[in-house]
């Protein structure tokens, strides 16, 4: 499954709710775990 970053940002969300975070409000906060992640991603591939 293929998740659109509304869908990671709507899971996050969730996430932080379940585990008693409060909500961000920042749309900036967003692009810098969307950031993180695809470094992640790429960083992962490039090691394998």
């Not at 990671?8 to 950031?35: M, N, W």
């Not at 993180?36 to 960083?43: H, M, S």
């Amino acid at each position: 499954m293929k998740f659109t970053e509304a869908k990671i940002k709507q899971v996050f969300v969730e996430l932080l709710d379940e585990y008693g975070y409060p909500p961000v409000e920042r749309t900036a906060v967003y692009v810098e775990i969307f950031e993180q992640a695809e470094n992640f991603k790429k960083n992962q591939s490039e090691h394998v």
